[in-house]
Each structure stands twice: as structure tokens, then as C-alpha cells.
Nanobody, 124 residues
Framework: AQLVESGGGLVRPGGSLALSCAAS????????MAWFRQPPGEGKEREFV??????????FYGMSAAGRFTISRDLHEMTMYLHMNSMEPEDTALYYC????????????????WGRGTQVTVSS
């Protein structure tokens, strides 16, 4: 299974950014796809951002994402997206996409496949 994130970068507070996660065909049997992020700093853990049921498209959001971020997927392109609006410096992190059998699990250890991450920095 292979997941490749893209779209990270530098954005000003209040701005928007869109991340993509391209999935290989080996990943598709996994119905639980999600975004996590890991803030900078030693000891910081991966935080659940949002998840989506790959087959039906149901979205789920963590507290940090609700109302600002939108998760979606394109079955034809085999790509998952995370559109982020009203971004804050606290959103600065390495963003990972993950795939697993459990839908909308907020626990990183329940996912079987991970991308390498894409850096998002929110700063003026």
C-alpha cells in the first residue's frame, strides 16, 4: 500500500490550503482513510484531524478541524483531500494521511498504512 501526500506549504493566518493524498490500488481495500497531524516539538503526538469512509464518503472531524476543514475523496482519482480554511498558527504541523480497516478511528495505531507527510506552516 502506498500513500503520498502533497499540497503543504506556508500560509498566513486566516488563509486556506488544500492537501491531497494519492492512494495506490493496494490501499483501496481499506475503507477507513484519515488525516493526522504532528505539531513541531519533542514529544508531540499525532493528532486526529479528519476521516472519511472511502466507499460511502461519510466525513468525520476532530475538534481542531470541525467548522474549518473539509475532507473529501475522489474515487476515480483514488485521492483524498483536506481543504483547510481560517487557518491558525496552531495548525502548523506535519500532516499525514493514513489508511486502515476501521472507519474514523482517532487512534493512530489502528491504521495500517501511512504516507510520509507534508509540512504545513501557518505564519505571518
Amino acid at each position: 500500500a502506498q500513500l503520498v501526500e502533497s499540497g503543504g506549504g506556508l500560509v498566513r493566518p486566516g488563509g486556506s490550503l488544500a492537501l491531497s493524498c494519492a492512494a495506490s490500488r493496494l490501499t483501496i481495500p481499506y475503507n477507513g482513510m484519515a488525516w493526522f497531524r504532528q505539531p513541531p516539538g519533542e514529544g508531540k503526538e499525532r493528532e486526529f484531524v479528519a476521516a472519511i469512509e472511502w466507499s460511502g464518503g461519510r466525513p468525520f472531524y476532530g475538534m481542531s478541524a470541525a467548522g474549518r476543514f473539509t475532507i473529501s475523496r475522489d474515487l476515480h482519482e483514488m485521492t483524498m483531500y483536506l481543504h483547510m480554511n481560517s487557518m491558525e498558527p496552531e495548525d502548523t504541523a506535519l500532516y499525514y494521511c493514513a489508511a486502515g480497516s476501521i472507519i474514523a478511528s482517532p487512534i493512530p495505531d489502528t491504521y495500517d498504512s501511512w504516507g510520509r507527510g507534508t509540512q504545513v506552516t501557518v505564519s505571518s
